[in-house]
């Protein structure tokens, strides 16, 4: 079965300082990672994908299948960085069904 | 991307009434449906898949005849709790699969709340 572990439930950071949000998965196969984020009083939307490789907001994330992980970085938080963070994987194949992970909470304090 | 609405956005019921809860699709056509729900703090948990024109497709563990889901057009899909219990109090998100893998685009949610 597949699983997405997001260990830290709020993540609290200084306006300017570096931030990481863990992300871990467990799947067999190729997965396909993904990170989703809530604003505040906003829905749920998709920040970045793995697969384009692509930097979001000044946000990356490396696939790291040795690691089993796809952490979210970014070196300078913004105060408009504060939401809650999903990271999800996909089993492939072109499909759009996702496991999510429980969500961190990111503070970004002035 | 898709603009998705769900309907009504907050709902109280007694116990035992049913409550459906909308999920349109205004800009594009949605194929496929997911409906998830989520407790507090906690992650959300994928319901069913549902296909336009066809049956949904729902996770283990989830009651078809509890929660059932219709979805017969491109911009409509529906959700009814029928016989609701206080333990079926949550939040019900929708989404529409964009035409990327993972791409999904979710609806405001539905806050249910069974007395």
């Known amino acids: 079965a597949q699983r997405v572990t997001q260990p830290e439930k709020l993540l609290s950071v200084f306006k300017g300082a570096p931030v990481e949000l863990k992300c871990n998965y467990s799947?067999?196969?190729?997965?396909?990672l993904f990170w989703y984020v809530q604003y505040s009083r906003q829905r749920l939307q998709l920040l970045l994908r793995h697969i384009s490789r692509e930097s979001i907001k000044g946000f990356t994330a490396d696939l790291n299948k040795g690691e089993t992980s796809f952490h979210l970085k970014k070196p300078f938080a913004q105060e408009e960085d504060s939401a809650m963070y999903y990271c999800a994987l996909s089993s492939g194949g072109g499909g759009n069904k996702l496991t999510f992970g429980t969500g961190t909470q990111l503070k970004v304090e002035l | 991307g898709a603009v998705v609405s769900q309907h009504p956005s907050r709902v109280i019921c007694k116990s035992g009434t049913s409550v459906k809860i909308e999920c349109r699709s205004l800009d594009f056509q949605a194929t496929t449906m997911f409906w998830y729900r989520q407790f507090p703090k906690k992650s959300l948990m994928l319901m069913a898949t549902s296909n336009e024109g066809s049956k949904a497709t729902y996770e283990q563990g989830v009651e078809k005849d509890k929660f059932l889901i219709n979805h017969a057009s491109l911009t409509l899909s529906t959700l009814t709790v029928t016989s609701a219990h206080p333990e079926d109090s949550s939040f019900y998100i929708c989404s529409v699969a964009g035409t990327n893998t993972g791409e999904l685009f979710f609806g405001e949610g539905s806050r249910l709340t069974v007395l």
């Open positions: 799947y067999s196969g190729s997965p396909e």
